[in-house]
């Protein structure tokens, strides 16, 4: 069983900036993703990393402004968010998958959940 641990999050201003963290328990290296939820809505592919971190994936609207990475000595992987909009408010959360390869943005692909971080953008 992996368990994943994040943190990071917090309130930041409008046009400003977080770095989450999520680290895995364990030796086991697996492609990992980052997810948020807005209260009363479905939860939303961020952005995915393969195990390399040779494959990504973001969704439209974070492309050019969050980073996804990973350093696997260390089992954690990270999501850098900058130029932040109050649109961005919502809770992050990582999730690691043993069932797929590579870098998926499908909620349904990953079985291992973190338990969530807040960001907060606000003016």
């Known amino acids: 069983q992996v368990q994943l641990v994040e943190s990071g999050g917090g309130l930041v201003q409008i046009g400003g900036s977080l770095r989450l963290s999520c680290t895995a328990s364990?030796?086991?290296?697996?492609?990992m993703g980052w997810f948020r939820q807005v209260l009363g809505k479905d939860r939303e592919s961020v952005a995915a990393?393969?195990?390399?971190?040779?494959?990504?994936y973001y969704a439209d609207s974070v492309k050019g402004r969050f980073t996804v990475s990973r350093d696997n000595a260390e089992n954690t992987a990270y999501l850098q968010m900058n130029s932040l909009k109050p649109e961005d408010t919502a809770v992050y959360y990582c999730?690691?998958?043993?069932?797929?390869?590579?870098?998926?943005?499908?909620?349904?692909?990953?079985?291992?959940w973190g338990q969530g971080t807040q960001v907060t953008v606000s003016s």
């Open positions: 990393i393969s195990r390399s971190g040779g494959r990504t």
């Open positions: 364990g030796r086991t290296v697996l492609p």
């Open positions: 999730a690691a998958t043993g069932r797929v390869s590579g870098a998926s943005p499908f909620e349904k692909d990953y079985n291992y």
